[in-house]
């Protein structure tokens, strides 16, 4: 590896440099770069979510001259992160929605397209467009897809819009507030949850509170039913039994071992019982992103991108790096926004110094925090931290960190919607 | 040569430390992390603390209020036990020597 030819054969610059920054001596003044000179080379990032956004901010700030491109299929960036609270009615689509205008300015090319290939041997990708890319280095954040053939009906269901998954914000996220807003008082929301791993463990709990909060002063008469495959409540349990227990007893119904099979109309079908829904809201199984299984990275359960995560790499091919929810997750990593932006970070600072054929950092850390609402202004957090395990050659949790909140509160409430401001800029401004 | 000897002999000295400090954009690396919340380069808006030109000693100093429970908190008792001393010394320096954005 190349982090053991720096231990064998360090360098008298960087060790002067090392010990600099370890006296406190911070080299700031390094850090941005400059964007004069030769480029050190091309970096094409296929998705502009939370993990490939942030990539290419950090790639032009850390790297100077590094040439950038990223392709989005979508005009702008709507955020999954508090798109429930646009469910709940207490935020509009527009308050959750970002322009690439702030990438742009940075020098990154913004192309929007789809890449429906990539040739990992000849280096580039296409676009569905018919244009082809070439790159030194390639990023895929194509976030997940939705295994909608394990569930009978589903895609027709989907298709026809009558059933939303609401699980990639936008459109779907608007669809479902409106079947929400045009439900009768008295009617059944129905919420289907898929067996982990999905994008956002403590995402749909968040929603059945933000469904029953309207509900509860909108159409008081009505009922949320959460079917959930799991055994059990798989993020912030206590914090959720307790916030349905407290703020929405008599609304929501929570039903663990619930997996759905089959949806017909708006009836969902589980192994012991028919549901019959007013609005019925299916988050499908899920995958790595399309784009991850077309370019022959998914190598794990047939579902995931296993990774190099020294480099942000996919395991099946080198200068190829993945991240956020597509990968295969280390141990108690959640796939979340926030952490597609930790792993934006370790990629780009690994990206520049193999550019530059210089070796990369052989202890990345990367951390998580997730803040879910249980009412319009109370919320409850989870938090974690992965220090690198060289030995195992993986992430792992540092024992007597991170946690859950004491309990839900207003204080973090605020936190959250700072959390979504500063995030936001730190991927887009 | 002769400082390059001197260079090696001190980092071997630092122990622990000298094997982060061979790393030269560790500390900007470990700073990222905080982003999230914080902002880039410790810039934060809103509810959040801005790090970006605090004195390092300051930022270690509130660090182990919050690992002690001296601070209370909300997150940041959890978070900042993820962090070794020498990680957390290497953001501050970091943090320290940004620029605050008015």
């Known amino acids: ?429 | 040569m002769k400082l390059w000897k001197t260079t090696a002999a001190l980092a071997l000295l630092a122990g622990p430390a000298a094997v982060l400090a061979q790393d030269a954009h560790l500390a900007r690396n470990l700073a990222a992390t905080c982003a999230n919340c914080h902002g880039t380069n410790g810039n934060a808006r809103g509810e959040m603390k801005p790090l970006a030109g605090l004195q390092a000693d300051k930022i270690i100093a509130m660090i182990n209020d919050y690992r002690s429970g001296a601070q209370p908190a909300t997150i940041m008792h959890q978070i900042s036990k993820g962090y070794t001393d020498e990680q957390i010394k290497l953001i501050a320096g970091y943090f320290a020597a940004q620029k605050p954005k008015q």
């Open chain 1, 1 to 429: 590896m190349n982090t053991m030819q720096t231990k064998l054969h360090p360098s008298r610059r960087r060790l002067l440099a090392g010990a600099a920054a370890a006296s406190g001596l911070a080299l700031a003044g390094c850090a941005t770069g400059g964007a004069s000179g030769p480029s050190i080379g091309r970096v094409v990032i296929v998705g502009g979510g939370f993990g490939g956004a942030t990539t290419a901010r950090y790639l032009r700030m850390w790297g100077g001259n590094v040439d950038v491109t990223l392709v989005e299929r979508n005009a702008s960036f709507v955020s999954c992160p508090m798109s429930n609270l646009v469910v709940g009615g207490y935020k509009q689509i527009g308050d959750i929605t970002r322009s690439y205008e702030g990438l742009k300015a940075m020098g990154v090319k913004v192309m929007q397209g789809e890449v429906v290939a990539v040739d990992v041997g000849s280096k580039k990708v296409r676009l569905a467009s018919g244009a082809e890319l070439p790159f030194d280095r390639l990023v895929l954040s194509p976030g997940v897809d939705f295994m909608n053939d394990q569930v009978g009906g589903l895609t027709a269901a989907l298709d026809s819009g009558r059933v939303v998954h609401g699980w990639k914000a936008g459109p779907q996220t608007v669809a479902l507030r409106k079947q929400l807003m045009d439900m009768p008082d008295g009617g059944v929301f129905a919420m289907s949850i898929p067996k982990a791993p999905y994008r956002c463990p403590p995402g749909p709990y968040e929603r059945a509170c933000m469904v029953a909060s309207y509900l509860k002063t909108a159409k008081p008469k009505s009922k949320v039913l959460v079917l959930d495959a799991n055994p059990e409540i798989t993020s912030k349990k206590g914090l959720f039994e307790r916030a349905f227990a407290q703020h929405y007893a008599g609304i929501i119904e929570y039903r663990p071992n619930a997996e759905l099979r089959e949806v017909s109309g708006t009836v969902a079908k589980f192994e012991f019982e028919d549901v019959k829904a007013d609005v019925l809201n299916v988050i499908p199984p899920q995958r790595a992103g399309d784009i991850a299984r077309t370019a022959g990275l998914v190598n794990v359960n047939n579902r995931w991108v296993g990774m190099d995560w020294l480099t942000m790499e996919a395991s099946a091919a080198k200068g190829i790096h993945v991240l956020g929810d597509a990968t295969f997750s280390a141990p108690a990593m959640p796939k979340s926004g926030h952490m597609a932006n930790q792993h934006a970070k370790v990629a780009a600072a690994a990206i520049i110094q193999l550019l530059k054929g210089e070796p990369v950092s052989a202890t990345p850390v990367v951390m998580n925090t997730c803040y879910s609402f249980v009412t319009a202004k109370d919320v409850v957090h989870v938090a974690s931290v992965h220090q690198y395990d060289t030995k195992d050659k993986t992430f792992k949790t540092v024992p007597g960190s991170g946690g859950v909140s004491a309990a839900a509160n207003q204080v973090e409430g605020r936190y959250a919607l700072s959390w979504a401001d500063n995030i936001w800029d730190d991927m887009l401004a």
